[in-house]
T-cell receptor, first 119, second 109 residues
C-alpha cells in the first residue's frame, strides 16, 4: 500500500516550454503533498507544500510564478514549470502524506521522481 | 531552522548490524525524527520515525538519545539491498521537512 505515482518520469524539452508534472496517491487520500527538487549528488530541497483546496506554501527562494502548484483533489497534485530554462533542469520529486489520523503522525510517501532536462 | 548532520559515507559487511548516526543538536521538543533511504534515480523510501521513545519496525530500529540531540538508525542485518543513501530528517511543526546531507551506505558482500 501507500503508493505514489509520479508522471512523467523523464522529460526533455526546449527552453521556453512549460512542463507539467503529475503526482497521484493511488491507494490513499492525501490532504498534504510536497514538492522537492534534487540536484545530482545533493540532498532533497523542499520547494513547496500544498494542501488540498488551498494555495501552496512556497519555501524561501522558490518563485511561485515559475513553479505553479495545483492540488485540486485528495489524490492529485501538479507542478508546472513555466517557461523552463536550462537552469531548471533537475530531478523533481513529489510526496504525499496519508490523511488518516489527521495525517500528522503519518510518514511521507514519495513518487519515483521526474528528471527534467531543458535544452 | 534545526538541521541534521550525518557522516558522508559508511561501509558495512553483509549480514552484520549497521549503526547510522545523526546529530540534531538544535532540535526542538515537537520536532519528529524521520529516516528515509534513497536508491539512485528513485524517490526516497520511508524507513522509520519517532519523537522521544525508541522505535522498532520490520525494517529497522531507531534509537533516540535521551536529550534528543542525536539518534541512530540500526539495521540489524545489512543486506546488499540495503545499500542506499540514508537521510535523517527533522519534521518541524506540521509541514516542514528538513533533509540532511545523507549517509551513503555501502554493503560489502
Amino acid at each position: 500500500g501507500a503508493v505514489v505515482s509520479q508522471h512523467p518520469s523523464w522529460v526533455i524539452c526546449k527552453s521556453g516550454t512549460s512542463v507539467k508534472i503529475e503526482c497521484r496517491s493511488l491507494d490513499f487520500q492525501a490532504t498534504t503533498m510536497f514538492w522537492y527538487r534534487q540536484f545530482p549528488k545533493q540532498s532533497l530541497m523542499l520547494m513547496a507544500t500544498s494542501n488540498e483546496g488551498s494555495k501552496a506554501t512556497y519555501e524561501q527562494g522558490v518563485e511561485k510564478d515559475k513553479f505553479l502548484i495545483n492540488h485540486a483533489s485528495l489524490t492529485l497534485s501538479t507542478l508546472t514549470v513555466t517557461s523552463a530554462h536550462p537552469e531548471d533542469s533537475s530531478f523533481y520529486i513529489c510526496s504525499a502524506r496519508d490523511r488518516r489520523g489527521g495525517g500528522l503522525n503519518q510518514p511521507q510517501h514519495f513518487g519515483d521522481g521526474t528528471r527534467l532536462s531543458i535544452l | 531552522d534545526a538541521k541534521t548532520t550525518q557522516p558522508n559515507s559508511m561501509e558495512s559487511n553483509e549480514e552484520e548490524p549497521v549503526h547510522l548516526p545523526c546529530n540534531h543538536s538544535t532540535i526542538s521538543g515537537t520536532d519528529y525524527i524521520h529516516w528515509y533511504r534513497q536508491l539512485p534515480s528513485q524517490g526516497p523510501e520511508y524507513v522509520i520515525h519517532g519523537l522521544t521513545s525508541n522505535v522498532n519496525n520490520r525494517m529497522a530500529s531507531l534509537a533516540i538519545a535521551e536529550d534528543r540531540k542525536s539518534s541512530t538508525l540500526i539495521l540489524h542485518r545489512a543486506t546488499l539491498r540495503d545499500a542506499a543513501v540514508y537521510y535523517c530528517i527533522l519534521r518541524l511543526g506540521t509541514y516542514k521537512y528538513i533533509f540532511g546531507t545523507g549517509t551513503r551506505l555501502k554493503v560489502l558482500a
